[in-house]
């Protein structure tokens, strides 16, 4: 595990602290007690030097051996065709590309014989070959075919580039990076629904992967960040009870806004997935927001949004909605980087770009507002540990059997069974609400 850099920010209360001590020390030893740092402190500042150590995503790094455990979501199915496409994840170079079976592939951009981009390939029925001098690669990477050769596989045999998994299922195209046999991809209870439609929609960010999912667990920056949006009725008040529960998938979230009389509980899902609902708006949508890293400073988010039919619908009535959603979609470039959905997204997007590339931690004071923040930093230092004592992280799937995930997500207004955790967990009366 890599040591965490120091807090240079600290250095100042540290320096008073130093002083402190020096005016005591002729004083009886109990007067120096006041001088240490409260135990919250020391917390607090645990949590920022995990975060410096999760943002690099190398086959070393925490956060790359944690993501390596998992599919990831790569690209919306719809946007990719028939041709090989540049990808970069977890700071590899590939090359994703669909078999004409539909099948899609991902290997390494570079081909093996000297270099030339294989997202200039051609795709065959065994993989991809390169244009240069057309040695061909099957899905794993391996070279099976060098025509110039006197035996075109001989050569071949001993030649092999990366090659991951990939699969398109529920309209993305995921991919593992791991090694040894592939979990399952998770059956997420939206992705199985049939009585709505869905869509999916990607977005670029210009930061470390852990400022996107920061963002997913911390409720209250919807008070303030969203508040010109359509969001704005039901979360104007900034939380005044925020929770954190263990779930079997990571955590739930849940933020209680107790003069607007409503509770909204977020779940944060490994290895960085936010099942949320927003259910309070016209169309309501629940959401499946994935996030992958790219590299140390680029993140793609992948949205996927699933509208459910109002109760009695007509078709006219679906078909509208369905149009509603397309229209919006429209207006997203689909393969530029750096571009948004929605008005809230893109309030989103600027704030966790603005925190630089990769947040200085060394300059951040987490407070109460940032139980999220916190656990979620935790949740994965627990992940690494579960890996280096031999075990899966949360959330890795290995029951092929199972066939739904359910989340209870969204708003719940006063009087609903889980507008207060004392009520939805008998073992917290202590954090009953002041109702
Ligand atoms: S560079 Fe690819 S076959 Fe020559
Ligand atoms: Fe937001």
Same mark, same amino acid.
């Given at each position: 595990m890599k040591k965490s850099p120091a807090r240079t920010k600290k250095s100042a209360p540290r320096k008073a602290a130093a002083s402190q001590r020096t005016i005591t020390k002729a004083r009886p030893r109990k007067a120096a007690a006041p001088a240490r740092k409260p135990a919250a402190a020391r917390v607090l500042g645990t949590a920022s030097r995990i975060a410096q150590d999760l943002v690099g995503v190398g086959t070393k790094d925490p956060a790359g051996r944690i993501f390596r455990h998992y599919w990831l979501p790569i690209e919306v199915s719809a946007d990719l065709g028939e041709k090989p496409k540049e990808v970069r994840f977890l700071g590899e170079d590939l090359v994703l590309f669909r078999h004409p079976n539909g099948k899609p592939g991902l290997v390494g951009?570079?081909? *093996? $014989? !000297?270099?030339?981009? %294989?997202?200039?390939g051609t795709v065959e029925p065994e993989g991809i070959r390169c244009c240069y001098h057309g040695w061909l690669y099957d899905c794993t990477g391996q070279?099976?075919?060098?025509? *110039?050769? +006197? @035996?075109?596989k001989k050569l071949a045999a001993s030649i092999k580039i990366a090659g991951y998994p990939a699969e398109d299922r529920y309209g993305i195209i995921w991919a593992y990076f791991g090694e040894g046999e592939p979990p399952v991809i998770p059956p997420y209870d939206i992705f199985t629904r049939t009585d709505g439609f869905n869509r999916t929609v990607k977005s670029y960010h210009n930061c470390n992967w852990l400022q996107v999912a920061e963002n997913m667990v911390d409720p209250l920056h919807t008070s303030f960040l $969203? !508040?010109?949006? +359509? %969001?704005t009725d039901v979360? *104007?008040?900034? +939380?005044r009870f925020d929770k954190t529960e263990d779930t079997q998938y990571g955590f739930v979230v849940q933020s209680t806004r107790l003069d607007q009389g409503h509770s909204r509980l977020d779940h944060f899902v490994f290895p960085a997935m936010n099942r949320v609902a927003v259910n309070h708006i016209h169309p309501p949508l629940e959401i499946c927001w994935f996030v992958t890293p790219i590299d140390e400073t680029h993140t793609l988010s992948v949205t996927y949004r699933f509208v459910p039919n109002p109760p009695g619908a007509d078709e006219e009535a679906i078909q509208k909605r369905v149009k509603f959603v397309e229209d919006m979609d429209k207006k997203i470039p689909r393969n530029s980087p750096h571009e948004s959905g929605s008005l809230v997204f893109a309030q989103d997007m600027w704030a966790m770009e603005s925190q630089g590339p990769?947040? @200085? !931690?060394?300059f951040e004071n987490l407070a109460n507002s940032d139980k999220g923040v916190i656990r979620l930093r935790r949740g994965y230092w627990d992940a690494l540990k579960a890996i280096e004592a031999g075990r899966d992280p949360p959330?890795? %799937? !290995? @029951? *092929?059997?199972?066939k739904v995930l359910n989340f209870e997500t969204g708003i719940f207004h006063r009087g609903a069974d889980n507008f207060d955790p004392a009520r939805r967990n008998a073992h917290s009366p202590a954090e009953k609400l002041p109702v």
């Open positions: 951009r570079k081909c *093996a $014989h !000297r270099n030339a981009s %294989l997202v200039m070279c099976i075919d060098q025509p *110039a050769e +006197p @035996d075109r $969203h !508040r010109f949006s +359509p %969001l979360v *104007a008040e900034c +939380p990769i947040s @200085d !931690r060394n959330n890795v %799937l !290995r @029951d *092929a059997s199972v």
